[in-house]
């Protein structure tokens, strides 16, 4: 199973950038997907989570800044970030749950910079 994530950069404090995760090569259906991150010698996080009944949950340091959505038709899940902060600063990994198992799927990661 193979998850593809793209979107990460480089960006100034207070620029933006859009991550997405493309989880169309799973073969069954997907309850949770999401993304955490991993800041430079810090453990992961979890970042955002958006469930199959599309209810999302933020982890404290992003809520109003962020925004999960996800499209089921093509098993995408996009992480717009605003109001970047170089706490931002971290590799960012999407993940997926399947629905049955609930079994945990990985993307390769993607770093985001922000600079001061």
């Known amino acids: 199973v193979q998850l593809q994530a793209s979107g990460g950069g480089s960006v100034q404090a207070g620029g933006s950038l859009r991550l997405s995760c493309d989880a169309s090569?799973?073969?069954?259906?997907?309850?949770?997907m999401g993304w955490y991150r991993q800041p430079p010698g810090k453990q992961r996080e979890s970042v955002a989570v958006?469930?199959?009944?599309?209810?999302?949950t933020y982890g404290n340091s992003v809520k109003g800044r962020f925004i999960i959505s996800r499209d089921d038709a093509k098993k995408t899940v996009s992480l717009q970030m605003n109001n970047l902060k170089p706490e931002d600063t971290a590799v960012y990994y999407c993940?997926?749950?399947?629905?049955?198992?609930?079994?945990?799927?990985w993307g390769q990661g993607t770093q985001v910079t922000v600079s001061s």
């Open positions: 090569g799973t073969g069954f259906s997907i309850y949770r």
């Open positions: 958006i469930d199959s009944s599309h209810i999302t």
């Open positions: 993940y997926v749950e399947q629905i049955i198992t609930r079994k945990a799927y």
